[in-house]
Structure formats: C-alpha cells, structure tokens
C-alpha cells in the first residue's frame, strides 16, 4: 500500500477520530491533541497495519490507547486539576485556603488517632498511600491480594471512624 493511499485512508476517519476526541477528552484542545497524537501515531506505524483489516478499529485502538497512557501519566505526577466552575481551588487567597483546611485540625490528634490502628492495617494501607499497587503489596508482604485490599478496607474505615470528628 502507498503512503497516499494510507493516507487517504487516515483521513476520510478523520471526523470519527475528531468525535471520538471529544467524547473522551471533553476539550477541543485535548481532543485536537489527542488527534494529532494519534494520526502521528498512525503514519509511524503504518507498516504494522494489515491490508485488508478494519483500519477504523485499528486507528480506534490507537486513540484509546494513546488517551490512557496520557491520563496514566497524568495522574502519576500527581498534579492537581480543578475542574470546578470558574477555578475556583486555583483562584482562592492564600489566606482563605488555610482557613478552610488545615488549620482546622490538630495534626498531632489526628496521627495520634490514625498511629494507633492495628500495625497490620497500617502498614498494608501506608504501603498503598505511598503508591504501591495491590500487586506489589501482596508481593513484598507476602500475602494473598484479597487480603490486601480488605486490609486497605477495613484501614480506610477505622480511620474514618477514629476521625468522624473532622468530616
């Protein structure tokens, strides 16, 4: 197949691509990167697709594909987004934030509180508040998944019981 012809291809899928865009990224900026991405993704890799597949499900793949690992590293910088009406979060003094949040509670109570849950709780649920996955986890400590992810559980639910004060 020629380029031109594979190119011919790429774009008559265009308004698809552009929809799909949208309907993931819910941003006509995102979505015209994530378009972009995707067609560059497409060209370079055209020697991967077979003639006679369903070129739209391939190039569907690649945005998919493309949307999740963007939001994948997204969500690992650990990067706060406020998508609230008028940015709001972005736009509140300085002097207002901490009056609404910290300054409210007593740090030392609460890791009082939160230090005196059962070491195993504590321990599995640290592990997963310091990034670890429920694999890793199970892996390190030795123990099957499940019981990673209810002692996650029943953590999350002590603290919020030795905290109901604060909610």
């Known amino acids: 197949m020629s380029n031109s012809d594979f190119n ?9 691509l552009h929809q799909l865009a949208m309907k993931l990224t819910k941003s ?8 972009q991405e995707t067609l560059f993704k497409a060209i370079k890799n055209k020697d991967k697709f ?9 190039l569907y793949t690649i945005m ?11 969500k690992n ?6 998508e609230t009406e008028n940015k709001y979060f972005l736009n509140i003094r300085e002097s207002e934030k901490s009056a609404t949040t910290d300054s409210i509670v007593d740090h030392k109570y609460m890791m009082e509180q939160v230090n005196s849950i059962d070491k195993t709780y504590l321990e599995t649920f640290m592990m997963y508040y310091n990034g670890y996955k429920y694999e890793e ?15 996650i559980f029943l953590a999350r639910r002590k603290m919020m019981d030795k905290l109901k004060d604060y909610r």
């Open 8 to 16: 011919s291809m790429i774009t008559n899928h265009q308004d698809f």
């Open 28 to 35: 006509t900026e995102d979505s015209n990167d994530l378009m």
């Open 50 to 58: 077979q003639e006679g597949t369903n070129i739209k499900g391939w």
């Open 64 to 74: 998919k594909n493309t949307f999740i690992n963007a939001y994948r590293k997204k």
């Open 77 to 82: 910088q650990n990067t706060f987004v406020d």
């Open 137 to 151: 986890i199970s892996e390190i400590l030795g123990i099957p998944l499940g019981t990673v992810k209810s002692r």
